[in-house]
């Protein structure tokens, strides 16, 4: 079964470093997203990708977040200066066809990032 | 603002039972609800997709119905087994918008 796959699994970084976290959606997908999860707390949205461009990003994807996708397979998540908040699980995400609502998102097994 | 609640927080129960998670949501101007399971540390894996028009959806032993109207949807699990201990979330896209909102989900204990 097809499935999106996130790398690396954990990193660990020092304050004010910058981080990429890296996906590989499923190949047909049009849809791409990045999700995080602070432990202990909901799954929260961060931002939406479509046609080469965000269509919708949260509060919390602020001027340190960006997204890429550079080569029309990898999806990628940077953040240029990390916080001690921004530790969470980062999730990946994608979907099919038409439009984003009408199929079911697949996640990615989630990067986990620690800032020291 | 969406907002999406679960009851229960947590639900430990022996094998065998059915049992039933509750989610509820405040806007009812929802495009589709989703259902997912969390093993620990683990990603999401979806379990069952209601469409805005639809009521219910079944996969195996899995039944999630959707009321749109009163802002509710429940997923029954039934002959619960060890296998199902996770934590399930549910969530909600708006007809406005690209975004999941996520409840804080349910942990499920199934005790052998």
Excluded at chain 1, 45 to 61: A, D, H, Q, R
Excluded at chain 1, 96 to 113: D, H, W, Y
Excluded at chain 2, 22 to 44: E, H
Excluded at chain 2, 79 to 107: M, N, R
Aim: aromatic share 10%.
């Amino acid at each position: 079964e097809p499935e999106v796959t996130q790398t690396p699994s954990h990193q660990v970084t020092q304050m004010g470093q910058e981080v990429i976290l890296r996906c590989v959606p499923i190949s047909n997908h049009l849809y791409f997203y990045w999700y995080r999860q602070i432990l202990g707390q909901k799954v929260e949205f961060l931002v939406s990708f479509y046609n080469n461009e965000i269509s919708e990003k949260s509060e919390i994807f602020d001027d340190q977040f960006s997204v890429e996708r550079p080569d029309g397979s990898n999806f990628t998540l940077k953040i240029r200066s990390t916080k001690l908040e921004d530790s969470a699980m980062y999730f990946c995400a994608s979907s099919g066809q038409g439009a984003p609502g009408a199929n079911v998102l697949t996640f990615g097994a989630g990067s986990r990032l620690t800032v020291l | 603002k969406q907002e999406v609640t679960q009851i229960p927080a947590a639900l430990s129960v022996p094998e065998g039972e059915n049992l039933v998670l509750n989610c509820s949501f405040t806007d009812s101007a929802i495009y589709n609800l989703q259902w997912f399971r969390q093993d620990p540390g683990k990603g999401l894996t979806s379990l069952l997709l209601i469409q805005s028009s639809q009521r219910e959806q079944t996969s195996g032993r899995l039944n999630a119905s959707l009321d749109k109207s009163s802002g509710r949807s429940t997923l029954y699990i039934a002959a619960s087994q060890p296998g199902d201990s996770a934590t399930y979330l549910c969530a909600v896209k708006s007809k406005s918008g690209d975004k999941l909102v996520f409840g804080a989900g349910t942990i499920l204990r199934v005790k052998s």
